[in-house]
């Protein structure tokens, strides 16, 4: 009787023990994967605690679940996953570095994998991922999709991932693969200028050079993020955060210099350009962004069509349609609207930005009290809300999906907008030269894991 009471003790303790040593040894054994001395940048995906938290989530919430593998779209299922042939590490970490190609893709992303199974593999790659495999003999296989290319030998991988659609076919990177199969000039990512990525925490994890740093958890109902940047205080030209009223759509404050993301750069849009240098000498510290719903606007629609004579005669009608009721307000001196019209962005006669430079809809600017140039999309400009009180906030941040106004907005955002309830965000100063901006992204379902939510309000917009 007394062994046995003793083994009801121990026993659990024993288990949760194990079960810790396991985690905390596969978590040390992650930070062994190898990357190139010269990476910029390094992503960690915290694969084990990504398992452990959907697969709960999906453990609570059957009857979900269950819904999204019947009535999704295809691969909806997230509590299974075919056989990979690979083994999955507790950190799967992604990084840049400079290479041959780097100003052709510069959204390029590498990565590598320990394989225990090449077929599996292989098959994977080929059914779940629709990727062409070519094999060259004694030469490792290549896989290629429009934005993925794998190169992998019989115990290892490689591959590249484009966050954006590349301009010249990814199999152009096959070299650089190559090379990183070698795995050589590589260190451990544990004893790396990345080495404190570990304590970033979330699910994912980002860490450039310098003070940057980023992270997101995706729990229940919602995503918690965090950044870390470069920044500069300004002081706010009156107090602190405006009181921007609770019936906005969207408030943006942002008080702080740009210097980082404007100095020395040249913005190209549309066949315009702007200089972040010139724009500087014009911006005083300060901007503020109001979406207050939506405003009616006024366009002219142009069609042609044939008279009796068979003469192609042109059609104007003015047409009424929603906008969004958009007012960009920049602490800036008066001489920013001349920079502006000398580069043919602004219209100084009629006080408008340019269509050609913003087809969407009419855009019209002009200067508001307490040293504010406005840009709006309603007919007359409006002050800025009061200012409360300083409280430090540098970044100020409150979107409520609820009360956008999808008839102004691309369809293909439906699906994402239709899961969302909120997202805000602050920002404040960390010592003299960083900014650390904390925040959170809530949905409308608060039961159901946010990533699980988001990936399958991405799958939908891909099939509209």
């Not at 580069?343 to 504010?372: C, E, K, W």
């Not at 809530?442 to 988001?454: D, T």
Request: proline letters at 5%; charged letters at 20%.
């Amino acid at each position: 009787m007394r062994w046995g009471r003793v083994l009801a003790v121990w026993l659990p303790l024993l288990l949760v023990g194990g079960l810790w040593g396991a985690w905390q040894y596969r978590q040390y054994r992650s930070y062994q994967a190898l990357i190139p001395k010269q990476t910029t940048c390094l992503i960690r995906i915290h694969l084990d605690g990504l398992f452990r938290d959907v697969g709960l989530n999906a453990f609570w919430n059957r009857a979900h679940y269950d819904s999204l593998r019947h009535n999704g779209p295809e691969g909806a299922d997230f509590r299974s996953w075919p056989n990979t042939g690979a083994s999955m590490p507790a950190n799967l970490f992604l990084f840049q570095l400079p290479h041959v190609q780097s100003e052709i893709f510069p959204h390029i992303y590498f990565g590598t994998l320990q394989l225990t199974d090449t077929a599996a593999f292989t098959t994977l790659l080929r059914t779940h991922f629709a990727m062409q495999i070519f094999r060259g003999g004694d030469e490792p296989a290549i896989a290629v999709a429009d934005r993925v290319l794998v190169v992998f030998s019989a115990d290892r991988a490689c591959f590249a991932v484009s966050l954006r659609k590349p301009v010249q076919d990814i199999a152009v990177l096959e070299e650089v693969l190559h090379s990183l199969l070698a795995a050589e000039g590589h260190v451990p990512v544990s004893e790396s200028a990345f080495r404190d990525i570990k304590h970033l925490g979330g699910h994912i994890g980002w860490q450039g050079r310098g003070r940057r740093a980023a992270s997101i958890r995706f729990n229940a109902g919602v995503a918690k993020f965090s950044l870390t940047l470069p920044a500069v205080a300004a002081p706010s030209l009156s107090g602190g955060v405006p009181d921007f009223p609770d019936t906005n759509a969207a408030s943006f404050w942002l008080n702080g210099m740009v210097g980082d993301w404007l100095a020395g750069k040249r913005l190209d849009f549309g066949g315009y350009t702007l200089h972040g240098d010139s724009l500087l000498k014009h911006y005083q510290g300060s901007m503020a962004l109001e979406w207050k719903g939506t405003v009616m606007q006024t366009d002219t629609m142009i069609s042609y069509d044939y008279d009796a004579d068979f003469v192609m005669q042109e059609r104007r009608e003015l047409v009424e349609r929603p906008v969004p009721d958009i007012r960009l307000a920049i602490a800036a001196d008066t001489g920013l609207m001349g920079y502006l019209a000398r580069q043919d962005v602004m219209d100084p006669t009629h006080h408008l930005v340019n269509r050609s430079a913003f087809p969407l809809f009419r855009i019209n600017a002009g200067a508001t009290s307490r040293g504010y140039m406005q840009w709006f999309t309603a007919v007359q400009p409006a002050a800025l809300p009061p200012s409360g009180e300083g409280d430090g906030e540098m970044l100020h941040v409150r979107i409520d999906f609820t009360r956008l106004d999808s008839q102004a907005l691309p369809v293909s955002l439906s699906p994402i907008l239709g899961i969302l309830d909120s997202l805000e965000a602050t920002g404040v100063m960390a010592g003299e030269t960083a900014q650390e901006i904390t925040g959170n992204l809530r949905m409308k379902n608060y039961r159901i894991n946010s990533l699980v939510q988001l990936l399958h309000a991405g799958r939908l917009a891909e099939h509209l």
